[in-house]
């Protein structure tokens, strides 16, 4: 089936405004994981969804940051009052069951950039 | 605190010959150790990973990675290079004790010239 992909592959926002990237795994995988990936930077992990559920957020940076699952597929990130320093491209993962065996090998999507001006 | 270094900003070589791409990591316990490509305006793609048992692995594209565990290293190799494996190559490492997350290397460029 098709990979995990992401929309949109670009967003040019103004700072202070809100945005939202949606995220669709791979069909059938129930973990799904977001990351930032700063110019010149390997990616930073953000929130990891097992299911509906957030069961790992440490990553958020802050409370303008917030995700959702709602049916345990598709994902959608928010951002709050965006800022510049939130300029990233913003990768999104899923696994086939997040269970953290070794067979549980993530498979990143092509990312979606931000621009906040 | 959890760390993997690749050393090397970039790794210039030379069209059919080796290439080797470096990679330590600072994690308790014996994690399990990934290589993932990124090409331009692309996401990562997953290369290769270690788990248990033979130190040295196999992956895509004809890649492999060697784990040393008293260097805490998993240098990513491949005997003859390729313009076309010129990209991005990063490290990661995810902890065996339940933690999901992946933690990445800053990224190493490998520039292939023919």
């Known amino acids: 089936g098709a990979g995990v992909s992401q929309t949109p592959s670009n967003k040019v926002t103004e700072k202070g405004k809100y945005v939202e990237l949606r995220c669709d795994p791979i069909?059938?995988?129930?973990?799904l994981y977001w990351y930032r990936q700063s110019l010149g930077q390997g990616p930073e992990f953000l929130i990891y969804?097992?299911?509906?559920?957030?069961?790992?957020d440490s990553g958020l940076p802050n409370d303008r940051f917030f995700a959702v699952r709602p049916e345990g597929s598709v994902s959608t990130l928010k951002i709050q009052r965006t800022e510049r320093g939130d300029s990233a491209v913003y990768l999104c993962?899923?696994?086939?069951?997040?269970?953290?065996?070794?067979?549980?090998?993530?498979?990143f999507g092509p990312g979606t950039r931000l621009l906040v001006l | 605190a959890q760390s993997v270094a690749q050393p090397e900003d970039q790794v210039n070589v030379a069209e059919g010959n080796p290439l080797t791409v470096k990679c330590t990591y600072s994690?308790?316990?014996?994690?399990?150790l990934f290589w993932y490509v990124q090409y331009p305006n692309r996401g990562l793609q997953f290369l290769l990973k270690?788990?248990?048992?033979?130190?040295l692995v196999k992956g895509s594209y004809g890649f492999e990675a060697e784990f040393n565990k008293s260097q805490t290293s998993f240098h990513l190799k491949k005997p003859s290079a390729l313009v076309s494996d010129s990209a991005l190559y990063f490290c990661?490492?995810?902890?065996?004790?339940?933690?999901?997350?992946?933690?990445f290397g800053a990224g190493t460029r490998l520039a292939v010239h023919p």
């Open positions: 993962a899923s696994s086939p069951s997040g269970a953290g065996g070794p067979q549980e090998t993530q498979y």
């Open positions: 069909s059938g995988h129930t973990a």
């Open positions: 969804f097992q299911g509906t559920g957030a069961a790992d």
């Open positions: 994690v308790s316990g014996n994690p399990y």
């Open positions: 270690y788990i248990t048992g033979d130190n």
């Open positions: 990661a490492v995810r902890d065996k004790r339940g933690y999901n997350k992946l933690i």
